[in-house]
């Protein structure tokens, strides 16, 4: 495995068991973000839906409780984020019905056009070749699929200065560094232009960018 996946997997690991206090505190993004994304992706039922990047869950455990027979797949790299994603669906009443799986987004491990939905917030920044990831979220949607993803407009977001700081406490980040120390979550802050391009090139047609609460949130469509 490249070192920078081993290092992502490692920070994130250590991020999980405090994540949850995070999004608490910062639950007014939350407020905004969640009906948007779940407007924005009008799961029926009978459908298929992909969360890529799970972390604990959360977008998955609302789409299932909303549409309840949807099949619903969460994926992440971090095995503790996955831990944390089956407690929170199992305290949600929904153990078993989401399936959480270990997986890279530049890799995903499911055939081409197997989802009608997807959501993917938060992650991108993260992963190393970003346009790989973008093609395999548009490959695995089917035809005619809709994406939601999310991304923090930088200094706009206050639960990205709440993330940072969370971040800077753990040891995880150092942000007086202009790179990025052996230890840290590798971090990229896309503008709208590159966030554009980026589903642009990947295939994505009526991407449509708009800010919630200080992210970017692309709707795209396959
Ligand atoms: C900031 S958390 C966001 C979690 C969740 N989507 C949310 O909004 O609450 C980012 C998540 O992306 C995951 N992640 C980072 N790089 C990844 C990759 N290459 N493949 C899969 N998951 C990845 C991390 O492990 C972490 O759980």
Redesign the pocket.
């Given at each position: 495995m490249p070192i920078d996946?081993e290092r992502?997997?490692n920070c994130?690991d250590t991020l999980a068991p405090f994540?949850s206090f995070f999004?608490k505190i910062t639950h007014r993004y939350d407020n905004e973000v969640m009906p948007f994304v779940l407007n924005a992706l009008e799961t029926g039922g009978g459908e298929v839906v992909l969360?890529?990047?799970?972390?604990?869950g959360?977008?998955a455990i609302k789409i299932a409780e909303r549409a309840k027979n949807t099949n619903i797949y969460g994926?992440?790299?971090?095995p503790k984020?996955l831990e944390l994603a089956k407690r929170n669906a199992n305290n949600a009443g929904l153990g078993g019905k989401i399936n959480f799986i270990e997986?890279?987004?530049?890799d995903l491990p499911f055939n081409d056009n197997r989802f009608d939905k997807l959501v993917?917030?938060?992650?991108m920044e993260?992963?190393p070749d970003k346009k790989r990831?973008a093609g395999e979220l548009y490959r695995v949607l089917k035809h005619g699929g809709r994406a939601v993803i999310?991304e923090p407009n930088r200094g706009k977001s206050i639960r990205d200065k709440a993330?940072l700081l969370m971040l800077y406490s753990l040891g995880l980040i150092n942000p007086r560094l202009r790179g990025f120390g052996a230890k840290d979550i590798p971090r990229y802050y896309f503008n709208q232009d590159d966030f554009y391009d980026l589903f642009k090139r990947a295939g994505f047609s009526a991407i449509n960018i708009v800010e919630r609460a200080g992210s970017f949130c692309a709707v795209c469509l396959k």
């Open positions: 996946k992502t997997i994130y994540y999004r969360d890529a990047g799970t972390g604990p959360i977008y994926v992440d790299l971090s984020f997986a890279d987004l530049e993917c917030a938060g992650a993260a992963v990831a999310i993330y």
